[in-house]
């Protein structure tokens, strides 16, 4: 069953307040911790931080009847041994995914569905990329970047072959993102420093102004960012004191946060897409399922328990390929 987006963004559902928050002065030291659980440490970490996790995206049919998907065969698999995680689909053929490479260093990677051979798009070996998209406009490629030497994440656009790489907005550090239609808005998983009293909050940030405004929105995000198909919004979750995540619908304009439904218990990772009917259908995974919302419920789409440990999702522009992180 599809949420069409004049449901989602209904009166009658309850918007969570925002207060205006200072952006930190340049200078601020990085001393939060990484949101990105999975993420590689940097080579001069503690020799007991673990290594990055074994982690490989696979890839599935899926085929739809009107709103509701079903889960089809594996069609290909991406990531050589160690850490590939965080697949994006591109409009034409390709999966965008983060790498790590043998210093536990990442970078950004083009796997090409019609031939299945990988490209890399990033080389910097003494930093780190990941979490890459494609933005709506102004450049070829966004992501995370992480300086030598500590966590301070921002969000950077790039042009074609990572040509002119420019941070979008001073706000670090953070973890996740997704930008407005219009670039105007970024949403972003900020790193507080929960060990003293300062959670990850959700962050908006209207980079229109000088200096950028940014308004924090809540508390203890997901990592899960997808924008909406208009692009006036964006999918994430918040997770209760219990560690329980629920969907939400931000709205960037009216900085307005609309919580949706409950994700499956144990689970904050679900990827969202625009139907041809103008719905937007969500899947998840739980209990070795690939799981849709139809409205009313978690109701299973196809068996993935050959899958252990699964986590990210994605699905391509045309709604016929599903990927999804799992351990090696």
Known sequence: MRI???LLLAAGLAACSATETETPEEETPVEAAAAETEAPAEEEAAEDVPAPPSQDIYLYALSWDGDTPALGDQIGRIGDEGYDNQPFFTIDGGVLYTSAGENGNTDIWRYDLASGESAQLTDTPDASEYSPKVPPSEGALSYLYQPPGGYAGNAYLADDGNANPRAAHALAPVGYYEFSADLRY??????????????FTLQLID???APE????????PGRTFWRDPRGTGVYHSLADADGNHTVHYL?????????????PEGVEDFVSAGLPTDGVAFLSTSNGQLVYWNGDAWTEAGDISALAGATRLAISPDLSVIAIVAEE
């Open 251 to 263: 709205d960037f304009r009216a900085a307005e946060d609309t919580p949706l439904f409950a994700m």
């Open 4 to 6: 069409t987006l004049s």
């Open 213 to 220: 405004t940014v308004t924090q929105i809540a508390e203890n």
């Open 207 to 209: 980079r229109s102004t």
């Open 186 to 199: 970024v949403a972003t998983f900020y790193l507080g420093e929960p060990d003293s009293g300062n959670p």
